[in-house]
């Protein structure tokens, strides 16, 4: 029986949550994350009619967005300082990370200029996607290669935390706060933090506007003290499955074969980032005395939400962390293709 687009829905939040309960059993980092994604992942190898519509994840990146809000507070400012030389350091991060991902994408796998160009820059996917197609590289390739580094990214960085720092991380992440802890005027606040946010960010064209505009209201009502409204865990266990979701069903419709091929190819450009990225981590941890697992997770080349969520979920320097990715993503999609155009006319 042929499913429908709401049955495919239905399906693939089951999935998802199906691997974070698995995940969640065996006492796994960031459960209901990981679990979701992988599982996702799973079925879209087997070619199961998952379906994430496209109503589906701006709620939950609202959500995410509002929560991550709720991380700012007048001590944040006082770190500001620091944070110049690690977003200077995120420049060079992006030309060297970049670079070395190019490098592999030409010689490795044989990408053409425009292809292994566009699937290099650490960039936002539907941006690089968009502007690799627009200047003659593989849509397809591209698309696959930044799902499968995100998905990559994300699968790897909890363990590789826990290897490098020591620190365990817990299934849920952040300490876990009961249902019973909501309130109404909390939920109030909360709501409003979101409809506020989404149409100041549509109005503004804010860049990613269902995660920076609830997080800039949610912001600005924590840091003034008009409202302290902090969501269950039940919220965060909710959004990391829709996000784990996401990420497992990008590769829906693609031909087993082709997923194999390119999550291979994706395996040694991934490890070629990470790498970069603790090199550079360590280099200014050991120069500005930042927390170490802070700005791991500022210069991992994940997406956006994905890392903001992981951050949020781990309680590590939200502030700090969202900003860093949110300048890559704007530093990248402005700067490749004045980039390109300089490589091409070599």
């Known amino acids: 029986m042929k499913l429908s687009v709401f049955g495919k829905f239905i399906l693939t939040l089951a ?139 994300v699968l790897c960085l909890p363990f590789l935390i826990q290897f490098v720092t020591g620190q365990t991380i817990g299934r849920s992440g952040s300490s876990y706060i009961p249902v019973s802890n909501a309130e109404l005027e909390g939920l109030l606040w909360f709501l409003a933090a979101i409809v506020t946010g989404v149409t100041l960010g549509t109005l503004l064209r804010f860049p990613a506007r269902y995660l920076m505009g609830p997080m800039a209201v949610s912001a600005f009502l924590h840091y003034f003290g008009l409202t302290d409204f902090q969501l269950p865990s039940l919220a965060l266990s909710a959004a990391q499955v829709v996000i784990g979701a996401t990420v497992g069903c990008r590769f829906v419709k693609t031909p087993p074969r082709m997923i194999l091929r390119v999550i291979g190819l994706s395996i040694g450009s991934t490890l070629l980032l990470l790498c970069t990225s603790l090199t550079f981590a360590f280099v200014i941890s050991m120069w500005t005395g930042d927390r170490f697992m802070g700005l791991v997770l500022a210069f991992s080349p994940g997406g956006v939400a994905e890392m903001s969520l992981i951050a949020l979920s781990l309680g590590i320097e939200v502030p700090f962390v969202v900003l860093h990715h949110i300048v890559r993503v704007l530093l990248v999609v402005a700067g490749s293709t004045f980039v390109f155009r300089f490589m091409r006319g070599r």
Do not use: N, Q
């Open 15 to 153: 999935i998802g949550a199906i691997g974070g309960r698995i995940m969640w059993h065996f006492h796994m980092p960031l459960a209901w994350l990981l679990g979701a994604m992988i599982a996702c992942g799973i079925a879209a190898l087997l070619r199961l009619p998952l379906a994430l519509p496209a109503f589906a994840r701006p709620p939950m990146t609202a959500t995410i967005g509002a929560m991550l809000g709720t991380s700012f507070s007048p001590s944040v400012v006082e770190h500001v300082g620091l944070w110049i030389i690690s977003l200077c350091g995120l420049t060079v991060f992006i030309a060297a990370a970049g670079s070395i991902a190019y490098l592999y994408f030409r010689r490795v796998a044989g990408f053409d200029h425009p292809t292994a160009y566009f699937a290099a820059m650490p960039g936002g996917l539907i941006e690089m996607v968009t502007l690799g197609a627009e200047r003659g590289g593989d849509e397809k390739m591209i698309a696959l290669i930044h799902a499968a580094r995100i998905f990559l990214v």
